[in-house]
């Protein structure tokens, strides 16, 4: 069976500091690779997706990048986090586009202070 | 501009009654939709999906309806459970899209003993 894992679970960061957040799939090959954020009270933003490796498409502007350095391996980065980039961070996968549906993990809980 | 409205924030319902959860959605190309629960501290976990060919689909004690005229979606669970207790998460999508969800904003379900 498929897994996805993400780490960490809570992270607290000063503003100005960098960020590396890592999520892994295990059981499929070939996913499709998503990164989303929750802000407080809000619904799930898309930030990133990457259809295989190396390619990344981002979703809105921002202070993040990401990178798929293997197959099964998507990480969510910053050179020097804002405080606006407080939130809960997900990573999902999926089998493909169009009604596939999305699988997430437990996600990362960023405080920026 | 949002895409998918979950209008009400929250919705208590006795155990063993009926629960409702409403969607709304503005972008006519969406056509396919998905539910999904979340536990705090968890990520999203996909429950029910219908295609836009569709005006109905069921599983189990969860039944999605699909209104295309009035861009409307509504999930019923039936019967409601406590453990049922979560955000529920409407979200669509669009062929030709590499999966990429345009998320609600949630709903927060209570289910009373």
């Known amino acids: 069976s498929q897994t996805i894992h993400q780490w960490p679970a809570t992270l607290v960061q000063p503003v100005g500091s960098p960020l590396s957040l890592e999520c892994t799939v295990e059981g499929t090959s070939n996913p499709n690779l998503y990164w989303y954020r929750q802000a407080a009270g809000r619904g799930l933003q898309l930030l990133f997706y990457s259809v295989g490796i190396g390619q990344i498409s981002s979703e809105v502007p921002q202070n993040l990048s990401a990178s798929r350095p293997q197959d099964r391996q998507f990480i969510l980065s910053s050179k020097k986090l804002l405080l606006s980039d407080s939130g809960f961070y997900l990573c999902?996968?999926?089998?493909?586009?169009?009604?596939?549906?999305?699988?997430f993990g437990d996600g990362t809980r960023l405080s920026i202070l | 501009d949002q895409q998918v409205k979950q209008n009400s924030p929250s919705l208590s319902v006795q155990e063993g009654r009926i629960s409702i959860l409403n969607c709304d959605y503005t972008n006519s190309m969406f056509d396919y939709f998905l539910w999904y629960k979340k536990y705090p501290a968890e990520g999203p976990t996909f429950l029910i999906s219908i295609s836009s060919i569709k005006d109905k689909n069921e599983d189990g004690r969860f039944t999605v309806f699909l209104n295309k005229s009035a861009k409307h979606l509504s999930l019923h669970i039936v019967p409601s459970q406590p453990g049922d207790s979560a955000v529920y998460f409407c979200?669509?999508?669009?062929?030709?899209?590499?999966?990429?969800?345009?998320f609600g904003k949630g709903t927060k379900l209570s289910v009373k003993p």
């Open positions: 979200a669509a999508t669009y062929g030709g899209s590499q999966g990429n969800l345009i």
């Open positions: 999902a996968w999926s089998y493909g586009g169009g009604g596939q549906p999305q699988h």
